[in-house]
């Protein structure tokens, strides 16, 4: 499914000097962060937060992170993290993303994260279907 088909999460941010390398590009490790933050918001905008989820004892792992770069960004650009629900099952999620210039809308990279849901003792659980209900 693609974003303009669903609900898409957007947080805007300015690039900072720590996620970028010597030539102030940002570095390849920090677009994952940037996942991370588009998840959080996804799930808050959508009225949870991932405290409340671990507090009702499941938790849900990375399983696979995919990125495609297209264009460096830079330090203190202005980026919008979009965050969608791609696809959930029983037991998975998997989040869709683009990270684009606020102000052009080029695309930086476009990429997904997988992620399967556990219980406390960290057993592969069925995503309890509040969590599903809400997300979705």
């Not at 920090?30 to 409340?52: L, M």
């Not at 990125?67 to 869709?96: M, N």
């Not at 997988?114 to 995503?127: P, S, V």
């Amino acid at each position: 499914m693609s974003p303009t088909e669903q609900f898409v999460a957007k947080t805007s941010f300015n690039v900072r000097y720590a996620e970028t390398d010597a030539m102030g590009i940002v570095h390849h490790a920090s677009y994952i962060v940037y996942f991370e933050e588009g998840r959080s918001s996804y799930i808050r905008q959508r009225g949870s937060s991932y405290a409340d989820m671990e507090r009702s004892g499941y938790y849900l792992a990375v399983s696979e992170v995919q990125a495609t770069y297209l264009k460096p960004a830079k330090y203190d650009q202005h980026i919008t993290v979009c965050t969608w629900l791609e696809q959930v099952r029983s037991r998975t999620l998997t989040f869709g993303y683009e990270i684009l210039d606020e102000a052009t809308n080029d695309i930086f990279v476009r990429g997904i994260s997988k992620h399967i849901c556990l219980d406390r003792e960290g057993n592969i659980a069925k995503i309890p279907t509040k969590w599903r209900t809400q997300l979705d």
